[in-house]
């Protein structure tokens, strides 16, 4: 039980006369709330990223230099916070460097995830108006490195399927173990496509419960039919989402055979 001593109140400079007990204490939470990896690494969720982390990490022995897109079928099936979770995980491995790229250039939410501010990125290299070095930033987190969307374009499609992308991507290569790419959803636009058709695999994250079954399908046939190396499904948002409150996910309930 936490206490205030009586002392406290009173030293503040602008304590009301009637002492703080009627104050509202609101803590802003400016890195999105469901980036597990930052706000309870020790959590049972994000233990089920890293699981996913080593699980793509095994299947890598030789520890080639990846690049691994993030997407889904549609809008708000927990892309970006997948994407963060997952580079994050991979950021705690030593010796990994890893780079988070924002290739949503349509809704970029990155760096608002993660209470950064606008700056230079991906676009910005696209079109050669800036080097790689200077586009590169620190996430925040451990020594996770993220390339922002940059200068906000009109023709996303046409700048993500420039051959200056795979110029990127070998670059990045030179620089870090794995490159995380978040992306636009799959179906509405050809941008996830194409980032998949040239990255070495790509996950297809879908929220359960909330995931149309048929247009996750559709999502894996488009990525599989541009190219794209489909490896997995990151499944987001399960109910009761931790061990306590959602049987089924219990290490060692007693009704865990019940259902
Ligand atoms: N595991 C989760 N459980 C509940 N809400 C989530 C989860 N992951 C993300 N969200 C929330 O859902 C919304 C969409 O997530 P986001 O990652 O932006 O999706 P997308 O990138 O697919 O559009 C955001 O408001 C985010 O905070
Ligand atoms: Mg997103």
Redesign the pocket.
């Known amino acids: 039980m936490f206490r205030r001593k009586d002392t406290e109140a009173k030293d503040l400079p602008n304590a009301p006369a009637g002492g703080l007990d009627d104050v509202i204490v609101v803590v802003e939470q400016a890195v ?3 980036v597990v990896l930052f706000h309870d690494p020790a959590g049972y969720r994000a233990e089920q990223v890293r699981a996913l982390r080593n699980r793509l990490v095994a299947m890598n022995p030789d520890g080639e230099p990846k690049t691994l897109v993030v997407t ?1 079928a549609v ?8 994407a963060i979770n997952l580079a994050m995980a991979l950021a705690e491995l030593e010796r990994q460097q890893v780079v988070l790229v924002d290739a ?1 250039l349509r ?1 970029p ?1 990155c760096e608002r ?1 993660l209470n950064l501010n606008p700056d230079i990125g991906l676009s910005d290299v696209l079109l050669g108006r800036t080097t790689v070095e200077r586009a590169l930033r620190t996430a925040g987190h451990r020594s996770l490195m993220l390339f922002g969307p940059g200068t906000r374009v009109e023709n996303p499609a046409e700048i993500l399927g420039s051959a200056r992308l795979d110029e990127l991507f070998r670059r990045l290569k030179e620089h870090f173990q794995y490159i995380v790419v ?1 992306t636009p ?1 799959a179906l509405p636009s050809t941008d996830a496509g194409v980032l998949a058709s040239r990255a070495d695999g790509t996950l297809l ?1 879908v ?1 359960l419960e909330k995931s149309l079954k048929k247009q996750s399908r559709q999502a894996v046939r488009l990525l599989q039919d541009m190219g794209g190396n489909v490896m997995g499904t990151f499944v ?2 399960l109910r009761g ?1 931790d061990p306590d409150s959602d049987n089924r996910l219990a290490f060692d309930s007693p009704q865990s055979d019940e259902d």
């Open positions: 999105n709330p469901y889904s809008r708000g099936e927990g892309k970006t916070v997948a949503d809704r939410s995830y978040d959803p994250v929220r987001t948002d989402a």
